[in-house]
């Protein structure tokens, strides 16, 4: 399985970057879809999730109100539209996939995580 992601780049606090991705086809049909993010030095960390077994979405504390999440189960493809962005959101952003889960659950477990992509880079200045 294949996850490509796009959309990131360099935008200025207050800011907004819309992020993309789009899986290959598999063949689990429940699962879960989200993004993660990483800075160099740090852990990587769960910042919104959905899972096609939920009602709503995951989001880390920090991105609540200012990130939406939005999914296309049948298609697997996903978006993540960030607003308000902020300079701590500076990071790889990596799309992940992960069969039979709950959102939450992948959002914090990592290691529940069965695909990952490549990355992609936000930067944001001050």
């Known amino acids: 399985v294949q996850l490509v992601e796009s959309g990131g780049g360099s935008v200025q606090a207050g800011g907004s970057l819309r992020l993309s991705c789009a899986a290959s086809?598999?063949?689990?049909?429940?699962?879960?879809i989200g993004w993660f993010r990483q800075d160099p030095g740090k852990e990587r960390e769960g910042v919104s999730c959905?899972?096609?077994?939920?009602?709503?979405?995951y989001y880390k504390d920090s991105v609540k109100g200012r990130f939406t999440i939005s999914s296309d189960f049948s298609n697997r493809t996903a978006s993540l539209q960030m607003n308000i962005l902020e300079t701590e959101d500076t990071a790889v952003y990596y799309c992940a996939v992960a069969a039979l889960t709950h959102a939450q659950a992948m959002c914090v477990m990592h290691h529940l995580v069965d695909f990952w992509g490549e990355g992609i880079q936000v930067t944001v200045s001050s």
């Open positions: 086809e598999f063949t689990f049909d429940d699962y879960a």
């Open positions: 959905m899972s096609s077994l939920d009602t709503v979405p």
